[in-house]
């Protein structure tokens, strides 16, 4: 079993940043690829990103390429969504999964209890 918690969502103006951390703890952190998604209300949860175990690859959906990066801290058994040039459309509630490396949520057995982030226009 492998309990994660994400923290550092927040309010912020259209424009601003924040960093998501998701601490993880149980078995090995290390073995698990990452992944973000996010549930605005009344959609489906979404892919965001996603970063593999030795963070030798990381992907992201169209709608924040450019903006987001995904990292993690194996030691610190963490992994980070840092957010920039944020939007009004990115507002949603945010979970961090742990799984197999991909975009797709089925790829994911752990998952946290989510963090909420909203962008004000």
């Known amino acids: 079993q492998v309990q994660l918690v994400e923290s550092g969502g927040g309010l912020v103006q259209a424009g601003g940043s924040l960093r998501l951390s998701c601490a993880a703890s149980?078995?090995?952190?290390?073995?698990?690829?990452m992944g973000w998604f996010r549930q605005a209300p009344g959609k489906e949860r979404k892919f965001v990103g996603a970063i593999s175990w030795g963070s030798i690859s990381t992907n992201y959906a169209d709608s924040v390429k450019g903006r987001f990066t995904i990292s993690r801290d194996n030691a610190k058994n963490t992994v980070y969504l840092q957010m920039n040039s944020l939007k009004p459309e990115d507002t949603a509630v945010y979970y961090c999964a742990a799984g197999r490396y991909g975009m797709d949520y089925t790829n994911y057995d752990y998952w946290g209890q989510g963090t909420q982030v909203t962008v004000s226009s």
């Open positions: 149980g078995r090995a952190f290390s073995m698990y690829a």
